[in-house]
């Protein structure tokens, strides 16, 4: 796969560290122990679920629908998996099936992510009809996740939350973040980048998916 500058997840003191001082005006009108649970609620989302609700309003488990065990790359299936988004809604890879489809992993704390998000915003807007840029936000709750894309103006991603982690094994990544896969229409992995990217390289990536598959 390509590879380009990651950022390393912050440790757990880091990632504190910087919401306490994000909220410091919490201690004086909550008290110690409402700031506390505010923290726990922040990160952790005690209240997500496992579940998804589908087309058809039937509540189905999230994760890896098929995986063969091997670390996806370039020319083999891409695996299949279904998560919720930010309403609870389910969203599986596989019935993006006949578009390309940018898989992009990320996380609220990763800079990385924050610069290269509104350019792939920008890509998917310009090409509503066969393309879908797909985040997967990678262990974070709902409104960790939400209140950072929201802030970005990313009107044009779908958003899904690996809240387990398990697409994220499915798919073997490293550590770090970002990780962004190009899918072809019919379910290839054309493209693996680790790191981060700009407009005109996923610009590029993307007509080389499209030339493989033949579209």
């Given at each position: ?9 912050p440790t757990a003191r880091a990632r504190a ?152 094994k499915a798919y073997k990544l490293p550590s ?40």
């Open positions: 796969g390509k590879q380009g500058a990651k950022q390393p997840p560290q910087r919401w306490l001082k994000r909220h410091r005006s919490w201690f004086w009108t909550l008290g110690v122990v409402g700031a506390l649970a505010a923290a726990i609620v922040y990160f952790a989302d005690p209240f997500s679920t496992d579940t998804a609700v589908d087309a058809s309003g039937n509540t189905i488990e999230t994760g890896v629908i098929k995986v063969d065990g091997a670390a996806p790359r370039e020319r083999r299936p891409a695996p299949d998996f279904v998560l919720a988004d930010y309403d609870g809604k389910a969203v599986k890879l596989s019935d993006f099936r006949g578009k390309s489809v940018m898989l992009n992993f990320w996380a609220s704390w990763c800079t990385t992510c924050e610069a290269e998000m509104p350019d792939m915003d920008r890509l998917a807007k310009e090409n509503l009809d066969d393309f879908v840029v797909l985040g997967v936000n990678q262990m974070e709750g709902r409104g960790t996740a939400k209140s950072f894309s929201d802030a970005l103006g990313l009107q044009n991603f779908k958003f899904a939350l690996d809240k387990n982690e398990d697409v994220t770090g973040l970002p990780h962004t896969f190009l899918i072809d229409k019919d379910g290839i992995v054309r493209v693996v980048k680790h790191g981060g990217m700009r407009y005109d390289e996923m610009k590029q990536l993307l007509a080389e998916t499209r030339r493989a598959a033949g579209s």
